[in-house]
């Protein structure tokens, strides 16, 4: 599985848009990028995901570059409860395991 | 729809004692089941997969064992823990059905924060 790279940190102001980046830049044609967060002290929820194209949901949005070297996730509207880690994921169907590798990901503070 | 169930939530155990988590999924058939590990201030560690009953596989050499005795019960254990066993353990789940699985993705519990004193 492709391997990503994201800032530790990040700070965002309350109401603005966070955008978060995430870098794989040996991802392969058929290797799916996943955004995961996580609140302190509870389990990771799912956000969002895609393969190459740009994808929104209520939550947020997905931009991959064209050569999905890399991928940005966009909070249009930072709240203080979206102060999480945020984790960029690759994942390769291999099998039928769908195991994540989970990295060090970006803690995002919004501040008020 | 679905949920999954993880108790309990915080758990104290003595050294050499042994352990017993139990995770539980509802409102979907035979979904893959994941045991993940969160040492302080560290990512998640995959420890255990489930793709059907009683087919585990051990990703990290350690000091526990995972069982799927039902289609949607994953249970982790130790015969002993060690101090080095404290952390923070979230089961998981996502659908089956071969690479269309892959465009599904994972559901965490609550998680237990296990501490081996």
């Known amino acids: 599985d492709a391997k990503t790279t994201q800032p530790p940190s990040m700070d965002c102001a309350e109401g603005r848009a966070a955008n978060l980046p995430c870098n794989h830049s040996?991802?392969?044609?058929?290797?799916?990028v996943y955004w995961y967060r996580q609140i302190h002290s509870q389990g990771p929820q799912y956000i969002i995901h895609?393969?190459?194209n740009n994808e929104t949901n209520e939550m947020a949005s997905l931009i991959i570059t064209e050569d999905r070297k890399s991928s940005t996730l966009i909070l249009p509207h930072a709240t203080l409860r979206d102060t999480a880690v945020y984790y960029c994921?690759?994942?390769?169907?291999?099998?039928?395991?769908?195991?994540?590798?989970f990295g060090q990901g970006t803690t995002l503070q919004v501040k008020p | 729809s679905q949920t999954i169930h993880q108790w309990p939530a915080t758990l104290v155990q003595p050294v050499g004692s042994p352990l017993s988590l139990e995770c539980t999924v509802e409102?979907?058939?035979?979904?893959?089941l994941y045991w993940y590990r969160q040492a302080a201030g560290r990512g998640l560690q995959l420890l255990f997969y489930?793709?059907?009953?009683?087919?585990i596989s051990s990703e990290v050499p350690q000091n526990l064992s995972a069982s799927r005795p039902q289609d949607r019960q994953f249970i982790l254990s130790s015969k002993k823990l060690l101090l080095s066993d404290s952390g923070f353990y979230l089961c998981?789940?996502?659908?089956?059905?071969?690479?269309?699985?892959?465009?599904?993705?994972?559901?965490f519990g609550n998680g237990t924060r296990l501490t081996v004193t």
């Open positions: 998981a789940w996502s659908a089956r059905g071969g690479i269309s699985s892959y465009n599904s993705p994972l559901h």
């Open positions: 040996t991802i392969s044609g058929n290797e799916y």
């Open positions: 895609g393969l190459k």
């Open positions: 994921i690759v994942i390769h169907p291999r099998g039928n395991t769908g195991k994540l590798i």
């Open positions: 409102g979907t058939s035979n979904p893959n």
């Open positions: 489930s793709i059907g009953i009683d087919q």
